[in-house]
């Protein structure tokens, strides 16, 4: 005798006749076989791609004319490319730091001891015994309990 | 009357000097290093001589003559509106608290703030330009919102003493703040 199944009242599909395979897909930077090709494949184009480069530099321009090879750009871009990159990379290096003290909030701005987000909380009452939800502390009482309370006296001695 | 030995936030040796006017007056100074003979020299002297270089090269008397006015210039420009020989914080109960800074030529600057826009005075710590410092601020309200603080005056802006000192000015300010 089977024992009775209980049917979810919401079922729609009476009898599931294909069996549906979950497969966890797990995103994780470790090395899988399939990575290693991808990276060696990339590790030829690029040398293959620099050899190109080198090719386009170093021949002369009669040669690829005479090949047929005649709208590609100045040989002043041989150059001018990569030292343009470089001194772009350092420059960005000097620039986002800037931004980054520019972007800092000056020791009078009101950011410095609280936001909207903290100004929108509210006293919402918690069940007895239960945890109670995290909220900002507020500069004063933390100044309190650093400073004044008879503990910090104590550790401060 | 107290005078430790304090610093500020780049080591320089400052001094606290904490003096009780009364029961729920109470006043705090601090005294920045005063402006030494010997670095004034030898900024003179590094400019002077480089100004002689210049003519040496050049011969031109006017630069000679335009490195003495902008030595002048500038000492007197510092001394005036740059260099802050002391700042005061008068903490009165129940009336306000007066934050005034002396500079090293005898121009004062005095700020008063009544109580009741003033919510708390508290130590906070803030991002300054490399690191992270204690200061000592004044928190503002709106007396038409006082929950929610408006603005923030810091103070002790250019002598930045350490958090001992702080801590020390702080205490002695919530005794006044806590009775009124």
Redesign the interface.
């Known amino acids: 005798m089977s024992p009775a199944t209980t049917r979810h009242p919401n079922t729609s599909e009476p009898h599931v006749s294909t069996v549906k395979h979950l497969i966890m897909v797990e995103n994780s930077p470790s090395p899988l076989p399939e990575r290693a090709i991808y990276g060696f494949v990339l590790y030829l184009a690029s040398q293959f791609g620099f050899f190109l480069y080198c090719l386009w530099a170093f021949v002369p321009e009669e040669w690829l004319h005479l090949i047929g090879l005649t709208y590609w750009p100045q040989k002043y871009w041989a150059l001018a490319v990569p030292i343009y990159l470089l001194v772009a990379l350092t420059i960005s290096l000097v620039i986002l730091f800037g931004v980054n003290?520019n972007n800092?909030?000056p020791?009078?701005?009101?950011d410095?001891?609280?936001d909207m987000y903290a100004?929108a909380q509210g006293t919402n009452s918690c069940h007895k015994g239960g945890i109670p939800r995290i909220k900002d502390v507020s500069?004063?009482e933390v100044?309190?309990m650093?400073?004044?309370s008879p503990q910090a006296i104590k550790s401060r001695n | 009357m107290e005078d430790e030995a304090f610093t500020d936030i780049s080591g320089k040796a400052i001094s606290l000097d904490c003096h009780s006017h009364s029961g729920f007056c109470r006043e705090f100074t601090v005294s920045s290093p005063k402006v030494s003979v010997g670095k004034v020299m030898v900024y003179t002297c590094c400019v002077w001589l480089l100004a002689y270089t210049v003519f040496f090269f050049t011969q031109n008397t006017a630069v000679l003559s335009s490195a003495i006015l902008i030595t002048l210039v500038g000492m007197m420009f510092h001394i005036h509106f740059v260099k802050v020989d002391h700042e005061s914080l008068l903490v009165i109960g129940s009336l306000g608290i007066q934050v005034s800074s002396c500079y090293a030529s005898g121009r004062e600057t005095t700020t008063f703030i009544e109580m009741s826009k003033i919510?708390?005075i508290?130590?906070?710590e803030?991002?300054?330009?490399h690191q992270i410092i204690y200061?000592l601020?004044v928190?503002l309200k709106d007396p038409a919102e006082p929950k929610?603080?408006?603005?923030?005056?810091?103070l002790f802006?250019s002598s930045k003493p350490r958090l001992n000192c702080l801590?020390k000015v702080?205490?002695s300010c919530?005794e006044i703040l806590s009775k009124c």
């Open positions: 003290m800092t909030a020791l009078d701005s009101v410095n001891i609280t100004q500069i004063s100044n309190k650093f400073y004044l | 919510k708390d508290v130590i906070n803030a991002i300054y330009m200061y601020c928190l929610a603080v408006s603005s923030v005056v810091p802006q801590v702080y205490k919530q």
